[in-house]
């Protein structure tokens, strides 16, 4: 069979003379390229895949097509660490040249196997525009940090009957002395489920059957992408993307979404006991997430920090999206939290702390900066509208917005010259109990906020794009509040 082509399918091997180069130039001075985030110098990214602690250092490779703002030929790009915010990039790790990745490497997790880094992934298949297949591959990366495409690939081809070609996304992991591997699926029937491989060696692998996940999911869930599992407190957890969900109150709201699910695996039977299950995120731009084990055991996170099918104002600078900062998981009276991780603080360069006291309705700034961590305690509040605007400046600004009257926290980012996405609305939303105090910590990084309230109870990612000016930081209440607050500066962490 001749194979399918479009302009999009082609590797970075068949990159023009000087493409590169000049894509790389085009966006180099963007004022919008973070600091300390994990993105691309050229062309689009999306989901964190194969992220690992191996060999004493952090692993992140990613989704990448190099060409252009928009989705591809994807490849895996590479950085690593060796504290978890100083990043090189490293040269690109996986191009799709093989027939049996014809059309992309797609995501995969990795696992340490015999002191080797095993990176699984999906080979995409593509017979015509909407025509495909999947098989799932194997990559064996070396301490010395060789990287080789194992010689029997695929590891499966195809796809188990009863499930179309969207079949993907392996995540891989041990238990009780055998390895399984979780694919996110769509049935033939159009809806989406999540499959069971097993096997003794990690390299064959039979089809166990589908996962009973116990969970409701309304019939327009038609694929559920980028499974990730992991133990954590004695609780097994399931974090996964499914496509099609509906917004429901203050859920839901972007076109993909994120779920996590708390409660215990069985994998004799294929079932998930569920204790309680919710979206895992309240922004806007947060997709496709996956964990691993940090250097303590401690099960980190990072997610692609962007969505799918909106137009991004860096589109014209030939780079999209970021991955979020590094995040670190807790389960917390039954919920799971996500907190910045703790090696974020080496980035710390000056800090600024202090008080503010609103004494009446108004507003007051306390810094102006462009990528920081900023931490807050709102206390004594005597107003029903309270909050703090990120990249404030006189006709820009991100508001984090709590209303004590519904008891409810929001992120508007419509005050934006450069606003984008308003088809999806311009707000997110969440509840939250609102007492004496509310702690805000803030990361903002040039083109991006992530805000975590009360330890990571609720979290907003946002990508704003704002004017060199909108670097102010303002508090603001409709009554009395008192403001404490701390602010550090952040260092550069990668290369623009
Ligand atoms: C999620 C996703 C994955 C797929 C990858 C392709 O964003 O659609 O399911 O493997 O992106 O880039």
Not at 434 to 440: A, F, G, L, R, T
Request: with cysteine; proline share 4%; hydrophobic share 35%.
């Amino acid at each position: 069979m001749t194979k399918y082509t479009e302009p999009k399918y082609r590797t970075i091997f068949d990159a023009k003379e000087n493409e590169l180069e000049q894509l790389r130039e085009k966006s180099a001075n963007s004022p919008w390229k973070p600091a300390f985030h994990i993105h691309p110098q050229y062309g689009l990214i999306n989901d964190p895949n194969g992220l690992a602690y191996f060999n004493g250092e952090f692993h992140v490779f990613y989704q990448w097509y190099p060409f252009d703002a928009m989705h591809g030929m994807k490849h895996w790009a590479h950085a690593k660490s060796k504290d978890l915010v100083n990043w090189e990039r490293l040269p690109v790790a996986l191009v799709p040249v093989e027939d049996y990745e014809s059309h992309g490497a797609y995501s995969g997790a990795s696992l340490e196997v015999h002191g080797k880094l095993y990176m699984y992934y999906t080979g995409n298949i593509k017979y015509g525009p909407v025509e495909r297949s999947a098989n799932q591959n194997l990559a064996i990366m070396d301490k010395q940090g060789n990287i080789t495409k194992y010689e029997n690939n695929p590891l499966i081809e195809g796809v188990p009957e009863g499930y179309t070609g969207h079949v993907r996304d392996p995540k891989v992991f041990a238990r009780d002395g055998r390895y399984y591997m979780l694919l996110g699926a769509q049935r033939t029937d159009l809806t989406g489920a999540i499959i069971v491989y097993e096997s003794d060696n990690a390299i064959d692998w039979t089809f166990k059957g589908e996962l009973d996940l116990k969970i409701q999911f309304p019939e327009d869930v038609y694929m559920l992408e980028c499974p990730d599992f992991f133990e954590l407190n004695g609780k097994d957890v399931i974090v996964v993307s499914p496509q099609g969900l509906k917004p429901e109150g203050h859920d839901y709201h972007n076109i993909y979404n994120v779920i996590y699910v708390l409660g215990k695996l069985d994998l004799d039977s294929l079932t998930f006991e569920v204790d309680h299950y919710q979206e895992l995120e309240k922004g806007f731009d947060f997709y496709a997430p996956q964990t691993f084990a940090g250097k303590n055991n401690e099960r980190l996170l990072f997610a692609w920090a962007g969505m799918g099918e909106i137009d991004y104002p860096s589109d014209e600078e030939k780079w999209a999206h970021c991955l979020s900062i590094p995040r670190e998981l807790d389960i917390v009276s039954g919920k799971l939290v996500q907190k910045p991780a703790q090696e974020l603080k080496q980035l710390r360069k000056s800090a600024k702390a202090g008080e503010v006291i609103l004494e009446k309705a108004g507003s007051v700034e306390v810094g102006s900066a462009g990528q920081y961590e900023l931490e807050l305690e709102l206390s004594d509040i005597d107003a029903d509208s309270f909050g703090v605007i990120l990249f404030a400046s006189e006709n820009e600004g991100l508001v984090l917005e709590f209303d004590r009257s519904r008891q409810t926290v929001s992120l508007n980012r419509e005050k934006f010259e450069a606003a984008f996405g308003g088809e999806y609305g311009f707000v997110r939303s969440s509840e939250l109990k609102i007492h004496d105090k509310v702690k805000v910590q803030v990361f903002t990084d040039r083109s991006i906020a992530e805000v975590f309230i009360n330890d990571g109870e609720v979290v907003f990612t946002a990508r704003v794009f704002p004017k060199e000016e909108s670097k102010g930081i303002k508090i603001f209440a409709n009554g009395k509040l008192r403001c404490k607050y701390e602010k550090h500066e952040l260092a550069q962490g990668i290369s623009f």
